[in-house]
């Protein structure tokens, strides 16, 4: 257990504050999405939650809500993926033009942790081991073959989530073919080595200082690469049962840890994120993969899970990241509690929660 500090909302500021929820599934009754799937039961339970928190909330779902002031405090943005190529910088940006405070990190720093290969470099920089890899933007230069050995590669968009895109060759020829159908559709490509090994994620909170949670991972019955289709993620599909597990793996445990508080410098302040890592248990060798500042924060999800292993509540959660954003952009002066808090460090893991 490790003393932290927890932000929430005073009564007063509750009665006083006008929110701008903005999601693209902000309008819907809470049912899946035939495209987004799940998504949409997200974005609906994050609503529902900011409004039995007891804040004033009005949900858009298109930036229009942002092209001029409308007499809101705070936006609280979940919409990241608009239809087009780096749209979740959006948001940020038209916030900023109308002077409306908003969820997440500065435009520039999200343009920084959304781009993989800027990210993998930055990464590099603060010593941080990654596995190789190259990138492909549209117009520039032809890619040419990787000069590291591969049985398999991992080639998907440069600036995407929830594994949309992704395919896995295991020739050149068939990559340069995914290449070109990624830059087709208008997306700069990057291209990694496949590391056969688990997927563990470190979600990280913001505050008064940056709180790590608990070291997660999704573990599926009779898994081969930890690998979850995009339609797996959003629920499109039929798949395997998957239970969220807390790692209790100390060396693992301590040598992630030291890595994201290596990159932290490079992003903060943020409100809320997760750092995704590979991990094969035969080395125990650790490579950073990617980070998203804008994380899936819906309750069956690595953040909200790693939050009630530590001690908080959904509600408690979205609370917290909601007030320290406020809080650091001079919205509110939020409420701040010392809290006890399970963080999965040397001597806690192995929890597990069904989702």
């Not at 395919?167 to 995914?178: G, I, L, V």
């Not at 979600?203 to 995009?230: H, K």
């Not at 899970?305 to 979205?318: D, K, P």
């Amino acid at each position: 257990m490790a003393k932290h500090t927890i932000f929430s909302i005073s009564d007063k500021d509750k009665q006083r504050l006008k929110i701008l929820f903005l999601a693209k599934h902000a309008l819907s009754d809470g049912n899946a999405d035939a495209a987004d799937g799940n998504h949409a039961v997200y974005h609906h339970e994050i609503l529902t939650v900011l409004r039995e928190i007891g804040l004033d909330v009005t949900p858009a779902a298109d930036f229009e809500a942002l092209v001029r002031p409308d007499g809101h405090d705070f936006l609280f943005t979940l919409l990241n993926r608009a239809g087009y190529p780096m749209s979740e910088m959006l948001g940020p940006l038209m916030a900023k033009r109308i002077g409306l405070p908003f969820l997440g990190a500065s435009p520039i720093i999200r343009g920084l942790a959304d781009d993989k290969h800027l990210m993998k470099l930055a990464a590099q920089a603060r010593g941080v081991p990654v596995a190789p890899w190259i990138v492909a933007r549209i117009g520039g230069p032809q890619p040419r073959q990787p000069d590291f050995a591969f049985e398999r590669l991992v080639v998907k968009p440069n600036a995407s989530s929830a594994s949309w895109g992704l395919t896995m060759p295991t020739t050149w020829d068939e990559a340069k073919q995914d290449i070109a159908k990624l830059h087709e559709q208008g997306h700069d490509v990057i291209v990694e080595r496949y590391e056969g090994a688990y997927d563990v994620v470190v979600p990280v909170l913001g505050g008064d200082a940056p709180i790590l949670l608990s070291t997660m991972r999704f573990e599926m019955p009779g898994e081969v690469g930890n690998f979850r289709s995009y339609e797996e993620k959003r629920g499109l599909t039929e798949a395997p049962k998957e239970k969220l597990v807390a790692m209790k793996r100390p060396v693992m445990s301590r040598k992630i840890r030291e890595q994201v508080l290596a990159m932290l410098p490079e992003l903060w302040p943020f409100d809320y994120g997760r750092f995704e890592f590979r991990y094969t248990p035969d080395t125990g060798e650790v490579l950073f993969m990617e980070v998203n500042l804008s994380c899936n924060l819906w309750s069956k999800k690595t953040v909200a899970g790693a939050a009630q292993l530590a001690g908080l509540s959904h509600a408690r959660l979205v609370e917290h990241i909601a007030a320290s954003s406020m809080d650091r952009q001079g919205v509110i002066d939020a409420v701040r509690e010392p809290m006890e808090l399970s963080l999965g460090t040397d001597d806690v893991g192995g929890e597990t929660i069904e989702v």
